[in-house]
């Protein structure tokens, strides 16, 4: 450890960060009953995918860093079983998992970095960085074959042939693995959405092409491509109908906005094409109301637009401010909802005879997920259970069997089956060790409290077990994103905020209140809530949820006012700064990880310059730089220096200016390591490292009675 003293840089490798601050952690701390290392050991169950055939279902368990694919087939009673042979927190993921059409093998993406075309080395291998590859490994477990360089690998539906992508390459191989993949196609765009006919005689895909994207259609039979009605706008989604004669699309028109970072409530009406697919002619045949919802927001699924067996279209649509489902007949006429209320629609899949939609909502239950089904034709929405419990991700498989992943306040995220008597049981139990804490973890309650300019705010608390009449410290906890949305419980759609739960978890076990605010830029409170007015480079209005929290926590008995905390990561890193540099008087220590700076020269490092001086100048007002000056508390800063998300550049001059205010700062940067750090002992460094810099600042023990 280099220790310059106050208002200068104290520097820790990531190596030795733990061991040096644990050196400093105050004696006395109240002892959590678990350790971090006990709360996030749990495996955590990602990209789930139903078989083609049958009742099994695949998916990924993340256990501390080490990413395996695992299959169960309940219809036969037997065990879940781990069907890939990698071990170790190597930093390689694993993704995008694709069955064969008889079942008996699964394609995968594995790599380093899965989120870009930008190769890493989070491994720290002297080889240098590692591409994203294609492999493919039989059901019944084996050596994984590797095809080659690529993502998104996609089976014939005849199963000979095993397609992937490349950057703008369409690749084929023999899906025995014999022989090398090929080029089909070399496009002039980066290549995604492979889409096959069902007769597997054609194959669309998505060509984007900078400021537009294309969608294509490609005959094996011709060896030709034909483009679908192409424009200079941006094409989406393609969807075959049952016969394979028409593609359906979604159609986004171009336009200017200020950047992917600012609110956007509308903007000019999307809309969905059909077109044949022999001749690319095609028309516009529904087109979404002006106001809410005309600009185009899609739920989580990697699908979405459907194509009905009774020749409807169904789409997710914010007509109503809330993102819901829609169908519309193909022939063209008024779409009708098919879920409707003050809740959003999460995850949908269509099962195999296009006739029932299975999807996730947080209907009745605002901060958790559940199952429901509705017929498209006939009938209302109905829930699959009545679980207390979080569902989300919902699969069918090809015979009905609905699987899902489910959470609660202290189990860990699963994967599940619903049962003949409607119950959900766990596929995979003896993967769950004995010795993770449920028992030990408390029940976060929702809560709604008042910003500063009077707008609801929506957050979870987590209380102590500990009794004691002292007030305690407590933690404001504020997520990235910022679309996404902090559950009473685990959290079903990234391993990160999963373990920001059980991170949040661990800090109340030591006698912490947390409170983690889904502020507004969250998702699941409605279109206005998401988009909220002068959101980010456009006014920080997030401000207001800073100060209304502060406010509300300064305002419980159980909470010692002048020992408050906050912690962020990513874009939840930005709220950090901004808490600390607008109220730092209320705030005693800070925590960023990737966090922005100066919303300008962020902007312009990832390739949206904001145009004109007015909107420049609101951008920086709206950053943690424009009030550096006000900044008083000490922080700590963790940063992967391999994160191309949130260039370097928002760390360095972050501590420059931290230096020249002889502000109290601490930094641990993790060589190699990307935005989404891949590797457990990553995350485990900026837990504990946090953990311990919380208490050196806060003390875990109650404050002394007055």
Known sequence: MIDFGLGKLRLWSAAVACAALFMTQAAGSQQAAFTLNDVTQAPYPYGMVAAPTGSAVAWIFDAKGCRNIWVADPSHGAKARQITPYTGDDGFNIRELAWSPDSKSIAFTRGENLWDDTPANVNNSPQGPMPKEVWMVPTAGGVPHRFGEGNSPSFSPDGSRLLFLDKKTILTAA??????????????GTVDSLTWAPDGKRLAFVSHRGNHSLIGVYDFVDQTIVWLSPSLDYDSSPAFSPDGARIAFIHVLAERTLSNYSSKRSGRPWSIWTADVKT???????????????????????????????DDLVFPWEKSGWLHLYAVPVQGGTAHALTAG???????????????????????????????????????????????AIEDVPQLGADGTLFALQSDGNQPLHPVVLSAGGQWRWLAPEAIPSSFPSS??????????AAKDGQETHAQLFLPRETTSKPHPAILFFHGGPQLQMLLGFNTDSREHSWMYAMNQYLAAEGYIVLSVNYRGSTGYGLDYREADNLGPGGGSELNDILGAIAYLRGRQDVDSRRLGILGDSYGGFIAELGLARASDALAVGVDYGGIYNWSTFLSSVGEPIDGDDSNRRAVESSAVATIDQWRSPVLLVKADGDLDVPSQQTTALIEDLRSHNIDHDLIVIPNEIHVMTRYSSWMTLFNATDVYLDRHLGKRSAPTP
């Open 175 to 188: 899906a025995s693995g014999e022989g090398d993949a090929q080029p089909l196609l070399i496009d002039q």
């Open 280 to 310: 690319g002619q095609g028309r516009r045949f529904w087109i979404a109301d002006a106001g809410p919802g005309s600009a185009f927001n899609p739920t989580s699924s990697a699908t979405n637009l459907f194509w009905t067996n009774g």
């Open 342 to 388: 003050k809740f959003e629609v999460t995850y949908v899949v269509l099962s195999r005879d296009r006739k029932r939609l299975v999807y996730s909502s947080s209907q009745d239950d605002t901060d958790r997920f559940h199952i429901w089904t509705v017929d498209v034709e006939h009938g209302s929405a109905v829930r699959t259970d009545q679980s207390h």
């Open 440 to 449: 030990k973890l408390v029940m976060p309650q929702a809560v709604t409290l």
